[in-house]
């Protein structure tokens, strides 16, 4: 009898919804636990901390109370950037910079979410192929969060990149509730928004907002298979 191979950490689904919200404190009308607790209220179940230019001691202590805050909805947490903070506070993932090393994220933590940026067809499958379970690629609209930004892919652009890449891609920048089910249709595996949150007034509402439009009409076909299709 061949001897059995050991078997290799499977990479994690994308968080459903697979709508990632992702943080920046400047903008946010309220302490980033506050918006995490309130869009998490409204049904998103994934956020990620992005305040890089925090102190690493409290980057690490306001990632520990958004795991502790996501375990009592079910959610995913994730960080940008900080493997290490991720390892220390047992977070679900972490999120690579455009360049990024997944072979190297991968190695520190075996077991969770991968993400990586990406602004183009060849970085993103590069990113994919390297380990990435996702890659963010922006921006797909001008946005407000980053002026200047650019230039925006478009829907047509984003429908290409998809079409070219192995792996799942998720539509990142101007992102609203008005254009987040056109980004499904292109072929986008899950949408993330910043600003549409973080400015937002109640960002509960404006939560829900996107998640209704995205769960209406032709988008729950499009969820149900991509489910399938992961589960397959």
């Known amino acids: 009898m061949l001897p059995v191979p050991p078997l290799l950490p499977v990479p994690p689904l994308l968080p459903v919804p697979p709508l990632l919200v992702i943080s920046d404190r ?18 998103c179940r994934w956020v990620s901390l992005r305040e890089k230019d925090l102190p690493s001691d409290e980057r ?17 947490v994730t960080a940008h950037e900080d493997i290490e903070a991720v390892a220390a506070v047992g977070a679900d993932g972490v999120h690579l910079p455009s360049g990024g ?10 077991a969770v979410l991968i993400g990586a940026s990406a602004h183009s067809a060849d970085e993103a499958a590069a990113l994919l192929r390297a380990g990435a379970d996702y ?17 925006a892919l478009g829907l047509d652009g984003l429908a290409r990149i998809v079409a070219q ?9 101007g992102i609203t509730a008005e254009n987040a089910l056109a ?16 400015r937002a007034a109640d960002p509960r509402a404006s939560v829900e907002r996107v998640l209704g439009a995205i769960s209406a009409q032709a988008s729950m076909q499009t969820l ?8 397959d």
């Open 224 to 231: 149900r298979s991509y489910n399938k299709v992961n589960r």
């Open 26 to 43: 400047r903008q946010a009308r309220q302490p980033i636990e506050k918006v995490a607790e309130a869009v998490f209220a409204g049904g």
């Open 60 to 76: 690490r202590a306001l990632l520990g109370a958004l795991v502790t805050l996501g375990r009592r909805y079910g959610a995913v």
């Open 165 to 173: 890449v192995p792996g799942d891609v998720v539509a990142l920048g």
């Open 183 to 198: 980004c499904f249709t292109a072929g986008a595996r899950g949408i993330a928004v910043m600003g549409e949150v973080m």
């Open 135 to 151: 890659v963010t690629l922006s921006p797909v609209f001008l946005t407000a969060s980053k002026p200047g930004y650019g230039p």
């Open 101 to 110: 090393n997944p072979v190297a994220a991968r190695d520190r933590l075996p």
